[in-house]
């Protein structure tokens, strides 16, 4: 038997998501329910462009399968002692996505009562966690890592 991919909501559960959320909300000065609406806002809203932008789908799929050189909760720790990590990580997302998801991040940042530049910058730090959960839900038997994903996808929208 097979485990069905995961909903937005079920990756914010994630234990190792939700540490990152809590970090990631002290790193900004926001409150876990910030970041927590953040990610339950954006999650399913970065699916439905994804599913209708293939260019979009590719690089959300690349970032998927960027593997990390330390464990999640290691990197998180990392990035909340290194201001220039951070920076780093938010230029990575700015870098891959450019304008593709500035609908998603006002949305996300309405919902949750910031500015969208805050809701941008804490998508990209949370990406990683988020991306990291993803990847390791289990794969049905035959399916490749582009279908993997695009089903993560259709779960998370649901």
């Known amino acids: ?3 069905p991919p995961m909903t937005a909501r079920q990756v914010a559960l994630e234990p190792m998501v939700d540490r990152a959320m809590t970090t990631t909300a002290q790193m900004f000065g926001l ?3 910030v970041v927590a609406t953040l990610v339950h806002v954006s999650l399913p809203l970065m699916a439905q462009q994804a599913t209708a932008n293939p260019e979009l789908f590719k690089r959300m799929h690349a970032a998927m399968r960027v593997t990390l050189p330390e464990p999640i ?3 998180y720790v ?3 002692l290194n201001p220039s990590l951070r920076q780093s990580v938010v230029d990575d997302y700015k870098a891959t996505f450019g304008h593709m998801l500035d609908a998603v991040t006002r949305e996300a940042a309405r919902h949750a009562g910031i500015t969208d530049g805050q809701a941008r910058d804490v998508l990209a730090v949370i990406l990683p966690a988020v991306n990291h959960a993803l990847a390791a839900a289990p794969k049905l038997d035959g399916e490749d890592d582009a279908q993997h994903f695009a089903q993560q996808l259709k779960a998370v929208d649901a």
Do not use: I, Q
């Open 31 to 33: 409150s876990h329910a």
């Open 78 to 80: 990392r990035m909340a």
């Open 73 to 75: 909760p290691d990197f």
């Open 1 to 3: 038997m097979t485990t």
